[in-house]
């Protein structure tokens, strides 16, 4: 599976920004799909997944202002992100993996990783 992040931008605090991931195929039955971030300097973290019968987990850091989705017919998966704070700065990464497609956790190991989308929130 391959995956492309797009949607990154610079935006003032209290904006938004929609990322996608945009996959070679879509296997959303059987795979937990997953949005992270990094910023310099820190380890990576989870910030939303949903997993193959379509649950979703937020970080708490996150929970209430992002949401994420799925457009089947288009391969796509979403990241709204609303009310965006300066330490949402980072570079988002979408991954998929299937070894653990509902129970899966952001401390799985994950197969499929897009590039990455470079998200800066100014104050």
């Known amino acids: 599976v391959e995956l492309v992040e797009s949607g990154g931008a610079s935006v003032q605090s209290g904006g938004s920004l929609r990322l996608s991931c945009q996959a070679s195929?879509?296997?959303?039955?059987?795979?937990?799909m997953t949005w992270f971030r990094q910023s310099p300097g820190k380890e990576r973290e989870g910030g939303a997944l949903i997993n193959a019968v379509r649950t979703t987990k937020y970080a708490n850091s996150v929970k209430g202002r992002f949401t994420i989705s799925q457009d089947i017919d288009k391969n796509t998966l979403y990241l709204q992100m609303n009310d965006l704070k300066p330490e949402d700065t980072a570079t988002y990464f979408c991954a998929f993996d299937s070894q653990k497609p509902v129970t899966c956790s952001w401390s799985d190991e994950y197969k499929y990783w897009g590039q990455g989308t470079q998200v800066t929130v100014s104050s």
């Open positions: 195929r879509f296997p959303s039955r059987t795979y937990c």
